[in-house]
């Protein structure tokens, strides 16, 4: 490995000893630039490597709001301004009590080399708050984004940093977000934020677009083997707004996803989620707030595995769509013995570092978050676009822009990969691609 990329891993490692998930991204994307930095003695000149594993901005802020019965909670706010160096910061808020900064770091610094693969001009941040939606009330949630946005609403802005939706965050809280912002700021500017509702500026296919997009992109993998998607069956993890995109574009292409998990276990549907009402109650699960996937096996009469994970479940792909550090070296093992030829991670670094290595060395096609699940992020981009130009596009042209997006996004890791003599290799490519960019702007930028 180059010795600059080794020592500032290293480094980090030191610095940010208590931040074990943005440890983990920084050695995973930095060791797989190394044949880059090879390539740039100029970068270490600058200290390019120091600069880009510091954020441009970070900061914390006091969330104080009043739960139904009147008692007062106070949380933590998080904004991190990761890398402007492309575009506006553009990234999601995730409300979950496990928020800290390691995991924000974490998602902000896959975002600036997701958001600069998608070949459109964002730059990376990522925000949210250790509160805990599950079980609130409607009142408390819209107040509780009242008290987020009077704090945020200073700090971002259409040309500055675009927040949208992550865990915990969807339509509805976008929505009161926005509200506040107006507001407070008595301006329209519906750019701000992406998710939006469409009666307000929100992209047709945006609900859809990251499950879309990993479909997408996985056509793609399976036609560089000359397979098609029709008939192939689908494991995924996780049961929300990214597990539902993908099962109604499954329907549409003619594949099956036979399997969902949730906080309580996995259930096992070995006809698929395939059809309009299996699809359709997945939003309803999501809606009703309990966060399990018990519910779905009990209406439509199909297995279910308390406490467990679908990894050792035969299917043609595997597809963990579920939360970061999902798939460990065992689960990586069972996977590995079942056969499975596909591993495409949809969620935000669902897998281990070893885990990945495993799971490459064993000779799975192993295929990154940061490209699979860039169509979300694609689609708020071309949000902005319409916002920006006060027009809306019909969801077929969005689709489309969508589709072109994923093919791009597949065709330059391909490339970066082989251009760096290391062949087939989605996960170094998808690092490499999005990393060039940004290196090359703040290149161009000068020192700061
Ligand atoms: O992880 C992600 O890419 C997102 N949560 C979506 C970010 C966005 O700005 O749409």
């Given at each position: 490995m180059n010795a600059y990329v080794e020592r500032v891993i290293s480094d980090v490692k030191t610095k940010h000893a208590d931040e074990p998930e943005f440890i983990q991204t920084v050695e995973e994307v930095l060791t797989s630039v190394s044949p880059l930095v090879d390539a740039h003695p100029e970068y270490e000149k600058v200290d390019l490597l120091h600069r880009i594993v510091e954020p441009e901005r970070m900061f914390t802020f006091r969330v104080v709001w009043t739960d139904d019965s009147g008692k007062v909670h106070t949380n933590i706010g998080y904004r991190c301004q990761f890398n402007g160096s492309i575009g506006p910061y553009k990234g999601g808020l995730r409300f979950q009590p496990n928020v800290n900064p390691s995991i924000i770091k974490f998602l902000g610094f896959e975002q600036i080399f997701k958001n600069s693969l998608t070949g459109l001009p964002i730059g990376g941040g990522k925000g949210g708050a250790d509160?805990?939606?599950?079980?609130?009330s409607d009142l408390e949630i819209m107040h509780f984004c009242q008290a987020y946005m009077t704090e945020l609403y200073r700090y971002v802005g259409p040309d500055i940093d675009v927040p949208a939706g992550d865990m915990g965050v969807g339509k509805r809280e976008i929505g009161y977000l926005f509200g506040q912002y107006r507001k407070i700021?008595?301006?329209?500017?519906?750019?701000?934020?992406?998710?939006?509702?469409?009666?307000?500026g929100g992209s047709l296919t945006r609900p859809e677009a990251t499950g879309y997009g990993a479909m997408y992109y996985l056509e793609q993998v399976l036609k560089h083997d000359?397979?098609?998607?029709?008939?192939k069956t689908i494991a995924i993890s996780g049961f929300g707004n990214v597990a539902w995109g993908i099962c109604k574009k499954a329907l549409q292409l003619g594949a099956k996803v036979i399997t969902l998990s949730g906080p309580d276990g996995y259930i096992y549907d070995p006809d698929g989620v395939s059809t309009e009402e299996k699809v359709n109650y997945m939003l309803e699960m999501r809606a009703?707030?309990?966060?399990?996937?018990q519910d779905y096996a009990d209406k439509f009469g199909v297995q279910f595995f308390p406490g467990e994970k679908p990894w050792g479940v035969k299917a043609d792909v595997l597809m963990p769509a579920a939360t970061q550090n999902d798939v460990k070296i065992d689960s990586a093992e069972k996977i590995v013995k079942n056969g499975i030829k596909y591993y495409v991670e949809v969620a935000n670094m669902p897998t281990t570092n070893d885990a990945l290595k495993f799971l490459q060395k064993s000779g799975l096609t192993v295929c990154p978050s940061k490209a699979v699940n860039a169509g979300g992020v694609s689609v708020s981009a071309l949000e902005m676009s319409q916002n920006s130009e006060r027009l809306v596009w019909t969801a077929e042209e969005v689709d489309e822009r969508l589709k072109l997006i994923m093919k791009n996004i597949y065709n330059a890791s391909v490339e970066a990969a082989e251009s760096y003599g290391l062949g087939y290799n989605l996960v170094a490519g998808a690092n490499l691609a999005g990393f060039s960019k940004v290196a090359e702007a703040m290149m161009e930028q000068g020192i700061f």
């Open positions: 509160f805990d939606p599950t079980g609130k700021k008595g301006v329209w500017q519906n750019g701000v934020l992406t998710g939006k509702g469409l009666s307000y000359g397979l098609d998607i029709k008939g009703s707030g309990r966060n399990r996937v």
